[in-house]
């Protein structure tokens, strides 16, 4: 079992930046899966960023290609999400998640076994 803790969400004006970090506990971090998730009021939670267990392969929402980063750090048990260029429809509590299944990467939030606890994002126009 993993237990995982997400930092780094705040209020920030449209076009500006932020890092999330989400760290894991326990040993067996490289070998899950990792992904990020979103959820704004009244909407369903919605893949944004996911990786593979070596961070090599990656997988983006349309809406935030080109403007997010997935990357992690499997010796300090953590995946992060850079964020740039934010804008107010970007703004959700952010999950991060880990999934032990034996595929090399997953999008799907139901393949996920494990959640975080969420940090808020708020974008201002």
């Known amino acids: 079992q993993v237990q995982l803790v997400e930092s780094g969400g705040k209020l920030v004006q449209a076009g500006g930046s932020l890092r999330l970090s989400c760290t894991a506990s326990?040993?067996?971090?490289?070998?899950?899966?990792m992904g990020w998730f979103r959820q704004a009021p009244g909407k369903e939670r919605e893949s944004v960023a996911a990786t593979s267990r070596n961070g090599v392969i990656t997988r983006y929402e349309d809406s935030v290609k080109g403007r997010f980063t997935i990357s992690r750090d499997n010796a300090k048990n953590t995946v992060y999400l850079q964020m740039n260029s934010l804008k107010p429809e970007d703004t959700a509590i952010y999950y991060c998640a880990a999934a032990q299944g034996s595929r090399t990467i997953y999008t799907d939030r139901r393949s996920y076994d494990y959640w975080g606890q969420g940090t808020q994002v708020t974008v201002s126009s």
């Open positions: 326990g040993r067996t971090f490289s070998s899950y899966c």
